[in-house]
T-cell receptor, first 113, second 114 residues
Framework: GNSVTQMEGPVTLSEEAFLTINCTYTATGYPSLFWYVQYPGEGLQLLLKATKADDKGSNKGFEATYRKETTSFHLEKGSVQVSDSAVYFC????????????FGTGTQLKVEL | KAGVTQTPRYLIKTRGQQVTLSCSPI?????VSWYQQTPGQGLQFLFEYFSETQRNKGNFPGRFSGRQFSNSRSEMNVSTLELGDSALYLCASSLTGTGTDTQYFGPGTRLTVL
């Protein structure tokens, strides 16, 4: 079935460090791909999305490129801030219809001064 | 434009009881999906409604049910609660739930079963 694999956390970085969170997906069709972020005690916020191969999603300094050849959608940010501390989820939309998102396990990011 | 709202935000029930959670989608959105989030299982899809019809269902027992009203508001119901039903229940809405549509999530309802 459809699945999404994310790197395990927690990831601890110093402020202004470079961030990469790896995400790969099963290649059933050409799903839309998403990154969501969850702050403590809150729901999920859409961070960025990409809907076809080679698309680059970007928002708030975060970027991810839809790589069909490696079935990957890695999240990157050039300089993290303490306020970026949260849990990040990679997700794919099922291509069979019905609007079902399949999520990775989430990666907790801690940014320290 | 107001976001997705969920009520109540917190709920405490005992085993064997039933519970109803409510979700109001973003204005104009017709698709509503429900997800369960637990530390052990992560985020799992429960079901999706569009135009008052259940269009897709996840792998959950029949104790979990839902419905959607003509104004697109949705409710989910869990009967005969079990301890393992303790979770954050998230609702998401999207315009049509097709193609490259994006789901926008509410803040969730935290259910604790004692």
């Amino acid at each position: 079935g459809n699945s999404v694999t994310q790197m395990e956390g927690p990831v601890t970085l110093s402020e202004e460090a470079f961030l990469t969170i790896n995400c790969t997906y099963t290649a059933t069709g050409y799903p839309s791909l998403f990154w969501y972020v969850q702050y403590p005690g809150e729901g999920l916020q859409l961070l960025l999305k990409a809907t076809k191969a080679d698309d680059k999603g970007s928002n708030k300094g975060f970027e991810a490129t839809y790589r069909k050849e490696t079935t990957s959608f890695h999240l990157e940010k050039g300089s993290v801030q303490v306020s970026d501390s949260a849990v990040y989820f990679c997700a794919r939309l099922d291509t069979g219809g019905g609007n079902k998102l399949t999520f990775g396990t989430g990666t907790q990011l801690k940014v320290e001064l | 434009k107001a976001g997705v709202t969920q009520t109540p935000r917190y709920l405490i029930k005992t085993r064997g009881q039933q519970v109803t959670l409510s979700c109001s989608p973003i204005s104009g959105h017709r698709s509503v999906s429900w997800y369960q989030q637990t530390p052990g299982q992560g985020l799992q899809f429960l079901f999706e409604y569009f135009s008052e019809t259940q269009r897709n269902k996840g792998n959950f027992p029949g104790r979990f049910s839902g419905r959607q009203f003509s104004n697109s508001r949705s409710e989910m119901n869990v009967s005969t609660l079990e301890l393992g039903d303790s979770a954050l229940y998230l609702c998401a809405s999207s315009l049509t739930g097709t193609g490259t549509d994006t789901q926008y999530f509410g803040p969730g309802t935290r259910l604790t079963v004692l």
